[in-house]
């Protein structure tokens, strides 16, 4: 008879663990739901006017970020909250890649992530990447769900993007592949408008060209084109993306820097710069200063569940939004009221 009291009092305690702990999870997905459901419209992540006009010119020096191929890991994130505790930024350049498919829930997920979780007190200005839009209409086979070009306008603003900040001139061009000179013409008609009389010129691209390294990855098109660009105007930097990884080297007087270790990091690619890696750059009236801040630990598990999540769960609800609040409810009664059977039934078998 003891037995089987004791069985029946460990079968309350696993049943209302559960439950509870059901419960709890059902409530972590609402209150994310949540979250994404209330978004502000005026947030700061894109490439929009009201994003310039937030800047503050304060002159020399000043600092910013550059990030690429965060494929929305909390990689990114940890880099990104690591740089903010070292000094004050003016705003940061994501390079491309910064979710990991042109699925509009996995953009919802980086805006919503961004936004609510990091609260950043600055713009991000962003760069598209081959994994950002679909291009070619294969890589997502549900229509409703794939972003392209102008669905990329509607979430962040202009794809090529330009702005002046404290006398320095900054170009962001989109590598159209169905357009190999599209940002070429970007480029030329920024830079003959307004490349005279800044200070420092900086241009970001998702592509690298082959020549900055052996990268083994697809290379920037007419890139014998953008490299007579960019001597002819005399531009300070280029920062490229795609390249999972860092690499840095010189052309005729022009720093050329990869940086795209924000997120996963490729098997198969060289050792060389592969680590996880943030740049700050600071600017001065006399010169750049380059900074890596880095994180060795791979993190993997939270990614991926919270993005299944938003990608696989939050589609189908985001018709039915009492299904969660039903959910939570249920498994919350659940849990107490077999919690209070484990608690009855200790007490009875208390001497």
Same mark, same amino acid.
């Given at each position: 008879m003891?037995?089987?009291?004791k069985k029946?009092?460990?079968?309350?305690?696993?049943c209302?663990?559960?439950?509870?702990?059901?419960?709890?999870?059902s409530?972590?997905?609402?209150?994310?739901?949540?979250?994404?459901q209330?978004?502000?419209?005026?947030?700061?992540?894109g490439?929009?006017?009201?994003?310039?006009?937030?800047?503050?010119? +304060?002159?020399?020096?000043?600092s910013?970020?550059?990030?690429?191929d965060?494929?929305?890991? !909390?990689?990114g994130?940890?880099l990104?909250?690591?740089?903010?505790?070292?000094?004050?930024?003016?705003?940061l350049?994501?390079?491309g890649?910064?979710?990991?498919?042109?699925d509009?829930?996995?953009? !919802?997920?980086?805006?919503?992530?961004?936004?609510?979780?990091?609260?950043?007190?600055?713009?991000v200005?962003?760069?598209?990447? %081959?994994?950002?839009?679909?291009?070619?209409?294969?890589k997502?086979? %549900?229509?409703?769900?794939?972003?392209?070009?102008?669905?990329?306008?509607?979430?962040?603003?202009?794809?090529?993007?330009?702005f002046?900040?404290?006398?320095c001139?900054?170009?962001?061009?989109e590598?159209?592949?169905k357009?190999?000179?599209?940002?070429? %013409?970007?480029?030329?008609?920024?830079l003959?408008?307004?490349?005279?009389?800044?200070?420092?010129?900086?241009?970001?691209?998702?592509?690298?060209p *082959?020549?900055?390294?052996?990268?083994?990855?697809k290379?920037?098109?007419?890139?014998?084109?953008?490299?007579?660009?960019?001597?002819?105007?005399?531009?300070?930097?280029?920062?490229?993306?795609?390249?999972?990884g860092?690499?840095?080297? +010189?052309?005729?007087?022009?720093?050329?820097?990869?940086?795209?270790g924000?997120?996963?990091?490729k098997?198969?690619?060289?050792?060389?710069?592969?680590?996880?890696?943030?740049?700050?750059?600071?600017?001065?009236?006399?010169?750049?200063?380059?900074?890596?801040?880095?994180?060795k630990e791979?993190?993997?598990f939270?990614?991926?569940?919270?993005?299944?999540?938003? *990608?696989?769960?939050?589609?189908?609800?985001?018709?039915?939004?009492?299904i969660?609040?039903?959910?939570?409810?249920?498994f919350?009664?659940?849990?107490?009221?077999?919690?209070?059977?484990?608690?009855?039934e200790?007490?009875?078998?208390?001497?």
């Amino acid at each position: 008879m003891i037995l089987k009291t004791k069985k029946r009092t460990l079968w309350w305690l696993i049943c209302s663990i559960t439950f509870l702990s059901i419960s709890f999870l059902s409530g972590w997905v609402l209150k994310y739901y949540r979250d994404y459901q209330n978004l502000p419209t005026d947030h700061l992540i894109g490439n929009r006017i009201s994003n310039i006009e937030m800047l503050k010119e +304060e002159g020399f020096p000043f600092s910013f970020l550059v990030i690429g191929d965060t494929h929305g890991s !909390r990689m990114g994130e940890a880099l990104i909250k690591k740089a903010l505790r070292t000094e004050k930024f003016s705003f940061l350049i994501h390079l491309g890649d910064f979710v990991s498919e042109p699925d509009i829930w996995s953009h !919802r997920f980086f805006l919503t992530e961004m936004i609510k979780e990091m609260k950043l007190p600055f713009p991000v200005f962003l760069v598209p990447g %081959n994994h950002d839009i679909d291009y070619t209409s294969r890589k997502i086979s %549900n229509k409703e769900r794939r972003v392209t070009q102008e669905v990329f306008d509607s979430l962040y603003g202009a794809r090529n993007f330009h702005f002046i900040y404290n006398q320095c001139l900054f170009i962001l061009c989109e590598v159209d592949p169905k357009d190999s000179i599209g940002y070429l %013409n970007y480029l030329r008609g920024v830079l003959s408008e307004k490349g005279s009389g800044e200070k420092y010129i900086f241009v970001f691209i998702h592509y690298p060209p *082959t020549r900055v390294g052996d990268i083994h990855e697809k290379g920037l098109p007419k890139e014998n084109d953008f490299f007579s660009i960019m001597k002819e105007y005399k531009v300070t930097r280029c920062f490229f993306g795609h390249f999972h990884g860092y690499w840095r080297s +010189e052309w005729e007087g022009i720093n050329l820097i990869i940086s795209g270790g924000g997120g996963r990091l490729k098997e198969r690619q060289p050792e060389w710069g592969k680590f996880h890696h943030i740049l700050k750059v600071r600017v001065n009236e006399h010169g750049i200063e380059e900074n890596l801040i880095v994180l060795k630990e791979e993190m993997g598990f939270e990614d991926r569940f919270e993005h299944w999540i938003f *990608t696989q769960v939050f589609p189908y609800i985001k018709d039915h939004a009492w299904i969660p609040y039903l959910t939570t409810g249920l498994f919350l009664c659940l849990g107490v009221f077999y919690l209070i059977f484990f608690i009855k039934e200790r007490n009875n078998g208390s001497p």
